[in-house]
């Protein structure tokens, strides 16, 4: 476990890629929540290639690396209070992925049909996002996993 929560990182430091070059292979969670990161590099993937956790909570992130379909053990990511506008679409792909939170940014649109091939899925949170009605109608048994969801706003009076 690597915990640099909280850090006010900008960037993830070189210098730690050196410093845990013979220890990464037994790193499986990485917490890089609440800090300023506005990316992260495929350089971060490729290098932590067996997590199965990932806390990127509370940055600015808005898009992730392809190389994230490279994390075939990762089972949870928490990308919640960021500032995605899309679904980050190379999530569909990481085969191991049963928890995705999307909490608290600014997703309108998710490819539902990508989604609904994913075998291990069992939770996709989108809670605070301002996500179209297709969405809210995607139903068990249609997706196999918990989709969670802010109530709908009352349509206003006229």
């Given at each position: 476990s690597t915990d640099l929560a909280n850090c006010k990182l900008m960037s993830f430091p070189v210098g730690i890629y050196k410093a845990m070059r013979s220890v990464t292979e037994g790193i499986h969670r990485i917490s890089l929540a609440n800090n300023e990161l506005k990316s992260i590099t495929s350089?971060?993937?490729?290098?932590?290639?067996?997590?199965?956790?990932?806390?990127?909570?509370g940055n600015y992130l808005h898009r992730l690396p392809e190389e994230i379909t490279s994390l075939l053990h990762l089972r949870a990511i928490d990308l919640s209070r960021n500032r995605f506008?899309?679904?980050?679409?190379?999530?569909?792909?990481?085969?191991?992925?049963e928890t995705i939170d999307l909490e608290e940014n600014e997703i309108a649109e998710v490819p539902t049909d990508k989604l609904a091939s994913m075998a291990l899925l069992r939770s996709l949170n989108l809670r605070a996002n301002p996500v179209g009605p297709e969405v809210r109608l995607l139903v068990?048994?249609?997706?196999?996993?918990?989709?969670?969801?802010?109530?709908?706003?009352?349509?206003?009076?006229?």
């Open positions: 350089r971060f993937v490729t290098t932590f290639s067996q997590l199965t956790e990932l806390n990127l909570a506008r899309r679904f980050p679409e190379p999530l569909a792909t990481v085969p191991a992925l068990r048994p249609l997706v196999p996993f918990e989709l969670l969801l802010s109530p709908e706003e009352p349509i206003p009076k006229a």
